[in-house]
Every structure is written in C-alpha cells, then in structure tokens.
C-alpha cells in the first residue's frame, strides 16, 4: 500500500534560517505529492503540490522537488520566519484513488525571534 | 466565496453514544471526503462522497458512516463511541468531475470530538 514517511520532530529554528524536512515515499503508479501546513486550531492548508516527476512546486518561498528516483519530495524554505511556525504533512494520491490522501506524521517547526 | 464549514466545531459525548458531524463544502464542489486526526495515529482517510455516492472508504470499522445530500453537504456518524474514536474530524471539498483526475481539496477547521 501507499506510505509516506516524514522527518521526525518537532524542529527549531532561528528566524532567516535556512529550512528542509525531508520526505520520502512508497506508491504505485504515478503519484501526486503535495504538502499541507496546519496552524494551530485550525484545519490543513495546501502550501504546495506536483503532479509528476521532476516538477517543482513552490508558495510563499516553500519549495519541494518531486524525484521519482529518490522517491523523495523533500520541503524546503531559504529563510523562515516565526510566522511559519506550524505543522507540516507531507501527502500524496496515486492514480487509483484520486481523492485519498495518504499523509506523513507531521514535522511540528517552531521559529524562534 | 466561503470555505468549507464544519459543525460543531466541538463535541464532549460518553461512550455508547452515537454523534453525527456536519460538513458544508465549497460552493459548486461535488466531492467530500473526511479524515480522522489522532496524536497516535495521524491523518487517516475515512471516506469519499461524490453526488451522493460513496465512491472510496479507508479502513476504519462499521460504527462510522457517511453520507452525502443533493446539495452536497456531507454528514458523518459514529455510533457506539469509543474513547479512542476522541479525534478531530477533518473535511475536505473538491471541484472534482467523476472519474476525473486529482483537483486541490480544501478543507475545514474540523470538529474536535471527545469521548468520556
């Protein structure tokens, strides 16, 4: 079956400092990988998706790169800021089920001023 | 355009009891789904409304049912709860023809849900 399995946490960081949670993933097909942010009380926000190998996704200077031959789709921001502070959820849909998300653990970051 | 919307947004039952959650998608979005979210467990799917239809189902016991209306509000219910059914339980909507490809979901602030 589908697995994606997420850096653990959680992470802390200085503001500026430079961001990756790492991501890998087992799937048949061709998956879609995309990564949701979810702020405290509140539900899961798309920051990012791609549909296919070696598309690169990016929002808000969040970037991840889908490699099909790392299996990977790691998340990676050059400067965070306390305003990222949140929990981030690495999913992915196969092409079986398009509307299934498959979720990661969850990588809690906090950025401290 | 308003977002999805859940109701309530929280709930205290005992166990033995049965709950019923509520889910109002976005406007001109067909298709509903819903997650449960544990610390222990994560982000599990539960299952997918499409035109009142169930169309996908996780792997999660009988007691948990959906189902969707005409206007594509979705409910679910829990019967005979249990302690570890106390979760928050997620919705997510997608402008999403049938048979179609992968369309972003949105989804609510959830329903935090406890069981004594």
């Known amino acids: 079956g589908n697995s994606v399995t997420q850096m653990e946490g959680p992470v802390t960081l200085s503001e500026e400092a430079f961001l990756t949670i790492n991501c890998t993933y087992t799937a048949t097909g061709y998956p879609s990988l995309f990564w949701y942010v979810q702020y405290p009380g509140e539900g899961l926000q798309l920051l990012l998706k791609?549909?296919?190998?070696?598309d690169k996704g990016s929002n808000k200077g969040f970037e991840a790169t889908y490699r099909k031959e790392t299996t990977s789709f790691h998340l990676e921001k050059g400067s965070v800021q306390v305003s990222d502070s949140a929990v981030y959820f690495c999913?992915?849909?196969?092409?079986?089920?398009?509307?299934?998300?498959?979720f990661g653990s969850g990588t809690q970051l906090t950025v401290l001023p | 355009k308003a977002g999805v919307t859940q109701t309530p947004r929280y709930l205290i039952k005992t166990r033995g009891q049965q709950v019923t959650l509520s889910c109002s998608p976005i406007s001109g979005h067909r298709s509903v789904s819903w997650y449960q979210q544990t610390p222990g467990q994560g982000l599990q799917f539960l299952f997918e409304y499409f035109s009142e239809t169930q169309r996908n189902k996780g792997n999660f016991p009988g007691r948990f049912s959906g189902r969707q209306f005409s206007n594509s509000r979705s409910e679910m219910n829990v019967s005979t709860l249990e302690l570890g059914d106390s979760a928050l339980y997620l919705c997510?909507?997608?402008?999403?023809?049938?048979?179609?490809?992968?369309?972003?979901?949105?989804f609510g602030p959830g329903t935090r849900l406890t069981v004594l």
């Open positions: 999913a992915l849909t196969d092409s079986g089920s398009a509307r299934q998300l498959t």
């Open positions: 997510a909507s997608s402008r999403t023809r049938q048979g179609g490809s992968y369309n972003e979901q949105f």
């Open positions: 791609a549909t296919k190998a070696d």
